[in-house]
């Protein structure tokens, strides 16, 4: 096998050379003409350079490893694929066709490559079957032509949606969908996380649609891909995460994990590369994230979204679940202020953050939110499958808020 060619918005960017254990990214000189030297547009971890410097050679393989899911999902496509689950080189071979962002990885020595991208056309039936068999078609892929990877833990597919309907997304052709089934154990999860979404628009943190929907009674939650757009090369729009941004892996996702993740952190590359309005919006997801009880924002929750053109911002907010009320440690993934514990987060803690930030209007933004999901909350109930005490959590949490005191514990949690 040679080396893994890596194309950015459909051109040639560069090779991924060596085995799991030496690789490095090698630049192509047409990239760097086309963006120029010390360009972040495939991440701000990795400035752009016509010879790579040792120093940076790590941040260039974690952004890679990031690439790919972790626990499950991870072991499920290494055994897929016949191959170690540390194998980066040899699973970016096999499901680099499809990843986040506008990135396409592939082998050139492999017979039938470059491939033409196809769809196969699913009816309800066959995204129910993929649903409930999650496990033998981890995310989605078809055994022969599936090249779909996606970071992440909780089981997913994803597929293709056209006017025709759903597809599963061959041999790179683009996946435009997530969907998420029921995961055993946490019955309500996917209907609190669609009403964390709708919260989330309501604030302004997303353009995207989520909703609930039944494939032969079996229903899932479908999240609307945010790196997928018609009008970009090959409908895909650049992204990368934090975790790859601050060059973290795998759970130094977690602050708690390794200290290379924080809010503060987060909020300084934004300052950096994006407009003033960025961190308003990244006060808007940590107002949010308190009111609602989104435990699981960390630096894989958050990320960057890079045009073709060099523009940087930040994404829209996904994966947002209320989850207090979930058996868990009821921390924070990045402490607020200081404070990890959710339970005793206020909205002093939410403004102290926003203020370190150099935010003037923090306190005008985290009102408005507030007041925002309290009325919304009051007007607009989560679908029948979520968590019963959902409503009277969040007016709690968020009530709470506004009056200057502790966000305090969930409705009837024995914590």
């Known amino acids: 096998m040679g080396d893994l060619v890596v194309e950015l918005y459909g051109a040639l960017f560069g090779t991924l050379r060596g085995d799991w254990r030496t690789f490095d990214l090698m630049i192509e000189p047409g990239a760097v003409r086309t963006f120029g030297i010390d360009s972040p547009i495939l991440s701000v971890a990795i400035p752009l350079a016509l010879v790579p410097t040792r120093a940076h050679k790590q941040r260039r393989r974690n952004f890679f490893q990031e690439l790919l899911p972790e626990g499950r999902m ?109 995961p055993a154990g946490l019955p309500t999860i996917i209907y609190d996380e669609e009403y964390g979404a709708r919260l989330a628009r309501a604030v302004g943190l997303t353009p995207q649609r989520t909703w609930i929907e039944e494939f032969s009674d079996v229903p ?74 989104n435990l699981d924002m960390h630096a894989k929750n958050i990320s960057l979204l890079h045009s073709q053109e060099g523009a940087l911002e930040l994404a829209p907010a996904y994966d947002f679940v209320p989850q207090a009320h979930q058996k868990n440690d009821g921390e924070m993934a990045l402490a607020i202020a200081g404070e990890f514990r959710h339970a005793q987060i206020t909205r002093a803690h939410l403004l102290e953050e926003g203020r370190s930030w150099g935010l003037a209007h923090a306190e005008r933004t985290i009102d408005v939110v507030l007041e925002t999901v309290l009325e919304r909350v ?26 200057g005191r502790v966000v305090g514990i969930p409705t009837g949690s024995g914590r």
């Open 74 to 182: 991870l072991k499920r496509l290494a055994q897929e694929a016949r191959v170690p689950e540390n194998d980066t080189i040899a699973l970016l071979r096999n499901y680099g066709r499809d990843v986040a962002g506008a990135l396409q990885i592939w082998d050139p020595d492999l017979p039938g490559e470059p491939r033409e991208p196809r769809l196969d056309a699913l009816d309800a039936a066959g995204v129910a079957e993929l649903l409930e068999n999650v496990q033998d078609f981890p995310l989605g892929n078809k055994p022969t032509g599936g090249k779909s990877s996606l970071a992440g833990v909780q089981d997913k597919i994803v597929l293709a949606h056209t006017a025709a309907g759903w597809n599963r997304a061959l041999d790179g052709s683009p996946s435009t969908h997530i969907l998420k089934p029921v």
């Open 220 to 293: 899932a939650l479908v999240v609307e891909r945010y790196d997928r757009v018609p009008t970009a090369p090959q409908a895909r729009l650049h992204q990368e995460d934090f975790n790859q941004a601050l060059g973290a892996s795998g759970d130094e996702k977690y602050q708690r994990y390794g200290g290379k993740v924080s809010l503060e952190r987060i909020a300084r590359v934004l300052e950096r590369h994006t407009r003033p309005e960025d961190l308003d919006k990244l006060l808007r997801m940590v107002v949010l994230a308190a009111a609602v009880g």
């Open 378 to 403: 009051q007007d607009e109930g989560p679908h029948p499958g979520a968590y019963p005490r959902l409503t009277n959590d969040l007016r709690q949490f968020t009530q709470n808020l506004l009056d």
